[in-house]
């Protein structure tokens, strides 16, 4: 693909997003450039969606037959976050299929109303035992579709 060919990223505006949760920065999220490493970043959009599936009982860490495998995730940095700041981790659901979620999660700095970084996390739902997809389960899909 050319440089022509791709639209250039930008910040997502807070409404986009249908859910916000709240996450503390650590003193280690920070790199030696003083800002959180990029690395981090995932680990924020992992905290953010497994918390509401949590909270939503669609996801019970230990005991769900059907549990979510990452397949893809991306990232866009549009500004510097770092500790000590809280950011807000806005979630909604792009798309919603069969065995699958694409998650978008936009990551903002306190009443910041663009994110600081927008990215995604597409996991396949799979039984647990045998790694193979199924449909999503009732109480999951339920929780996917408040997202949407």
Known sequence: MTEANTARPTPAPRGLFRHF??????????????????????????T????????AGALDIERSLVIGLVVETHCNYFASLAFPQ????????????????????GLFAADESLAAA??????????????????????????????L
């Open 48 to 55: 953010v969606v497994n918390r509401y599936l949590i909270e």
């Open 86 to 105: 809280v950011i807000q981790a806005g979630l909604r659901v792009a798309l919603l299929g069969v065995s699958s979620v694409r998650y978008e999660i």
């Open 21 to 46: 949760e709240t996450i503390a920065t650590r003193w280690m999220d920070n790199d030696a450039y003083g800002h959180v490493n990029n690395v981090v970043y995932y680990s924020y959009f992992d």
């Open 118 to 147: 927008n990215g995604h996390f597409v996991h396949v739902y799979v039984d647990r035992e045998t790694r193979r997809p199924v449909a999503l389960p009732a109480p999951l899909h339920h929780a996917l579709q408040g997202l």
